[in-house]
């Protein structure tokens, strides 16, 4: 067994620290929180300004995503020093989608309030959720651009959660322009949330049931030796 991190990883060529691409993993999901919080701000402000319910679930899902960075990069650390580093990930996991469960009901009734009573909704909330999205394909481009050591149990599951933050964008923009061109079908606005409230609901559901979607397991991820 090797006698340190240093020791075993695997994109190690220098025999110094700095030089370690698994210390890097931590700053990129601080990276990706950063983006989230920013994102958050702007979709919240945007959806209280437009009155979009819709736009505000979003943000809040943004704002789980930025926490869910926070939690990964704190795994992130604590796995490198941990005997089992699968546990720590899994642990770290289920954490992050309880979060995620709850802000989904959260959204979910806040949607259907809006069905019922559905509330006028300014065009612009339709720009906004398009920079939203720019900002979201920009965190997968960061995100798929990890070491191949990285690509692990961490990195899968935000990938999915990504992923859904793009499907809740896209379905923002066309439920915005559906609007925008019938002139009063706000109750799409509420529809969206509840939407978005599912996604969530159901992507978490399934992680925390430990759903796997992809065919090959974590041996592709990080292969470091974290003895000491």
């Known amino acids: 067994m090797a006698r340190n991190h240093l020791d075993a990883c695997p994109s190690l060529a220098s025999g110094l620290s700095d030089d370690c691409s698994c210390e890097k993993e931590v700053g990129h999901y601080l990276k990706l929180a950063k983006w989230s919080f920013g994102l958050f701000l702007f979709e919240g402000v945007g959806g209280l300004l437009s009155g979009s319910i819709a736009l505000i679930s979003d943000s809040l899902h943004v704002l789980l995503d930025g926490t869910e960075n926070i939690v990964s990069a ?8 941990h ?4 546990k720590m990930r899994t642990i770290g996991g289920r954490v992050s989608a309880i979060l995620l469960l709850v802000a989904g009901g ?13 509330h006028e ?7 906004i959720a398009t920079i939203g999205l720019c900002v ?3 965190q997968m481009y960061l995100h798929q ?8 149990q961490t990195h899968f599951w935000q990938s999915r959660h990504l992923w859904s933050d793009i499907s809740a964008s896209i379905a923002v923009i066309v439920g915005g322009l559906i609007m925008s061109v019938s002139g009063g079908l706000y109750w799409i606005d509420g529809v969206l949330s509840i939407g978005i409230g599912i996604l969530i609901m159901t992507l978490t559901g399934l992680k925390l049931l430990g759903v796997e979607f992809h065919s090959h397991s974590h041996e592709h991820g990080h292969k470091c030796d974290h003895g000491h």
């Open 74 to 81: 704190i795994v992130s650390k604590l796995s490198r020093e």
């Open 83 to 86: 005997k089992n580093e699968k």
């Open 106 to 118: 959260v959204i979910v009734h806040e949607g259907w309030e809006r069905v019922i009573t559905p």
């Open 121 to 127: 909704v300014e065009w612009y909330m339709t720009v």
């Open 136 to 138: 979201n394909i920009l």
């Open 145 to 152: 651009g990890v070491a191949k050591e990285h690509r692990n």
